[in-house]
Each structure stands twice: as structure tokens, then as C-alpha cells.
């Protein structure tokens, strides 16, 4: 049985809508959003660590998850981004990433883009 709102029982964190998120995250967050750049961080908060990726303003970018890893206090997040064009089915777009990780990353979090579409 998977945890309600977990990708499954082996993975340690879930995706979350800002408006999901405990209030300190959504603020947090919410300040982030406003940008019209692509946008990386994270917030440890306890025993989470909560981890955003935003992209640009443009209304056609999207990113999306590859893999989650943790090591020696260290959580690494790669991810791919994608430039639909304007034609593309909207519900392929997804505009930023709210990760909830039950791991406190005291050493940090890198990002690494993994892969990146242009049409």
C-alpha cells in the first residue's frame, strides 16, 4: 500500500500544490514564484527539507522531476525542462515543482538539469 500523496512506498517524498504546503512553505515559496526567471531552492524546515523548481515567466516552459538521491547529509535533485511550443496540450505543462522530502539535507541540495527540450 503507497502513502496517500507518495510516488510509491520505496520513495521519501511527495510533490505538493502550494496551496498544500504548511504556511511557512507557501510562504516561502509564494515569494520564489513572483519571478520571471527559472528559480531554484530549497528550505529545511525540521525533519523536511522542501524543494523548489520554477520556471521562467514564459507560459510554455515546464520541468519536470528525474531523480531524487541523498547522501552524506547531501540531497541531489536533477531535473528536465521543456520548452513546449505554443500549440502544445497546456496539461503537459507543468510551470514548478513543490517537493516535500522527509530528509533534513543539513549539507544542502544540488541541482542538476538533466535534460532540456526546445521546440
Given at each position: 500500500?503507497?502513502?496517500t500523496?507518495?510516488?510509491?512506498?520505496?520513495e521519501?517524498?511527495r510533490?505538493?500544490?502550494?496551496?498544500e504546503?504548511?504556511?511557512q512553505?507557501?510562504e516561502?515559496a509564494?515569494?520564489?514564484m513572483a519571478?520571471?526567471d527559472?528559480e531554484?531552492?530549497?528550505?529545511?524546515?525540521g525533519e523536511?527539507t522542501y524543494v523548489l523548481?520554477?520556471?521562467s515567466?514564459?507560459?510554455?516552459d515546464s520541468?519536470e522531476?528525474q531523480?531524487?538521491g541523498f547522501w552524506?547529509?547531501?540531497l541531489?535533485?536533477?531535473?528536465?525542462?521543456?520548452?513546449?511550443?505554443?500549440?502544445a496540450d497546456?496539461?503537459?505543462?507543468?510551470?514548478?515543482?513543490?517537493l516535500?522530502?522527509?530528509y533534513a539535507?543539513?549539507h544542502g541540495?544540488?541541482?542538476?538539469?538533466?535534460?532540456?527540450?526546445?521546440e
Open positions: 500500500m503507497t502513502p500523496g507518495y510516488a510509491s512506498a520505496d521519501r517524498y510533490m505538493l500544490q502550494i496551496e504546503a504548511p504556511v512553505v507557501r516561502w509564494t515569494q520564489w519571478s520571471s527559472w531554484k531552492h530549497y528550505l529545511l524546515l523536511k523548481i520554477k520556471t515567466e514564459s507560459n510554455t520541468v522531476l531523480d531524487l552524506a547529509g547531501e541531489s535533485v536533477s531535473f528536465q525542462t521543456f520548452d513546449y511550443s505554443k500549440t497546456l496539461s503537459l505543462i507543468s510551470d514548478y515543482l513543490l516535500e522530502v522527509d539535507a543539513e541540495v544540488s541541482f542538476r538539469e538533466s535534460y532540456s527540450y526546445r
